[in-house]
């Protein structure tokens, strides 16, 4: 078998998604190749090559994937996907862009966020918010697959050796373009990637309690921060910080909930938190049932004194 990974970067650094793919291809078994695409992305690439388990990696050069247009990359996947039983690409805003466009052109389904791999065609994905676990198995000629990246631990950056092959371009589109993009820096760790997260929900009231009740203590802890969609659509903080099945699925070593109810649309985004910790008023909050430990008490009160105590 051979095994095609879709590498998710900035035309800088590969993103750390890609390492939980290329560990999700290892279980499948077979050869890995990693596809990078994008404009003056030779460290990538390079970078790419020591990712342990990747056996070639190949470098499409072109100003056509500079933004990774899903149009384009997705043209480019399927030009090349014939020769792989297996595509893959993380399951984020990226990958959910460019593998169902690949697909089409492929002519064959796709299985999207598996969280397991039974054998090279038989793998479980969620449903239903998470509440039951499919187990799915396909049937065709080319398996093209979106990888939940919290449910599968990352390989080593480093020590591989794989070669760097160039890859002729397969051209722009000329269905879309890139305009824009606005980039919110900010000195936290990247939500998805955090050790910690603290999130904010509902009950912390506004946009300016949240800052004011977690800011020190994610500070403290060198934590990310993120929220409910309640809190989102509510305008307390932007929607890039939303956790849920319709936000970012994250998986820390420890979850702080403060505020926060636990709808299964949240606890969709972050169950699989190594330890979480609910801190609420309301004894009867749902999120009750999936915390380690939670703490019934007014938010505004209990956080502060923990800070205090960090």
Do not use: C
């Amino acid at each position: 078998m051979s095994i095609l990974v879709i590498a998710e970067h900035d035309n800088k650094a590969l993103n750390g998604a890609t390492l939980n793919v290329v560990a999700a291809a290892q279980k499948i078994g077979g050869d890995i190749t990693v596809l990078v695409a994008g404009s003056g992305a030779q460290a990538v690439a390079d970078q790419a090559a020591k990712v342990a388990g990747v056996s070639k990696v190949l470098l499409a050069d072109d100003a056509a994937y500079a933004n990774q247009l899903a149009e384009n990359v997705g043209k480019l996947v399927a030009s090349i996907g014939s020769g792989y039983s297996h595509i893959l690409a993380a399951s984020t805003t990226t990958g959910k862009n460019i593998l169902p466009r690949a697909a089409a052109l492929l002519d064959v389904s796709m299985i999207t966020d598996i969280t397991a791999v039974d054998s090279a065609n038989t793998f479980k994905r969620p449903i239903y918010a998470g509440n039951a676990i499919a187990t799915v198995q396909s049937d065709e000629s080319i398996v093209v697959a979106t990888v939940r990246g919290t449910a599968f631990d990352p390989v080593a950056s480093d020590g591989g050796s794989a070669a760097v092959e160039a890859l002729a371009s397969a051209g722009d589109a000329g269905i879309s373009k890139f305009i824009n993009e606005e980039i919110v820096k900010s000195e936290r760790p990247e939500l998805t990637a955090a050790r910690i997260v603290v999130s904010g929900g509902r009950g912390v009231g506004s946009g300016e309690n949240y800052h004011t009740v977690l800011d020190p203590l994610a500070d403290k802890l060198g934590a990310a921060q993120g929220a409910s969609r309640a809190a989102v659509d509510a305008g307390f903080v932007p929607n890039d910080m939303q956790v849920g099945q319709t936000g970012k699925i994250v998986a820390p070593e420890l979850y702080i909930a403060v505020g926060i109810s636990g709808a299964i649309q949240h606890l969709a985004g972050m169950k699989e938190s190594k330890v979480i910790v609910a801190i609420n008023k309301d004894e009867e909050a749902p999120i009750n049932a999936v915390a380690d430990y939670w703490l019934v008490g007014d938010l505004n009160t209990v956080v502060p004194e923990l800070v205090s105590h960090i």
